[in-house]
Nanobody, 124 residues
């Protein structure tokens, strides 16, 4: 099992940037693919990005491709989501999640452990 804590959320103007961090405890982090998801008010949680165990492979939702970048530092047990050119429609609670395996996926149900979420609000 992996315990996850997100940080870095906040209020930013449209066009601005934020970097989310997700720090994990547990021995399996370096072997786990990680995912980022988000949930806007009144909407279902949706896939944002995933990164494999080594950081060598990533995948992004079309809505964030070219603006968001996922990365990880296994020595620090931390995964990041750099968010640039933010839009009001990016406003949501952002969650990181850990898989039991090394390959990333867009499927929410394949992630075993979840953080508590961090709020990102983008103003016009």
């Amino acid at each position: 099992q992996v315990q996850l804590v997100e940080s870095g959320g906040g209020l930013v103007q449209a066009g601005g940037s934020l970097r989310l961090s997700c720090t994990a405890s547990g021995r399996t982090f370096s072997r786990s693919a990680m995912g980022w998801f988000r949930q806007a008010p009144g909407k279902d949680r949706e896939f944002v990005a995933t990164i494999n165990w080594s950081g060598g492979a990533t995948d992004y939702a079309d809505s964030v491709k070219g603006r968001f970048t996922a990365s990880r530092d296994n020595a620090k047990n931390t995964v990041y989501l750099q968010m640039n050119s933010l839009k009001p429609e990016d406003t949501a609670v952002y969650y990181c999640a850990a898989r039991g395996g090394p390959v990333g996926t867009r499927e929410e149900g394949r992630y075993a452990d979840w953080g508590q979420g961090t709020q990102v609000t983008v103003s016009t």
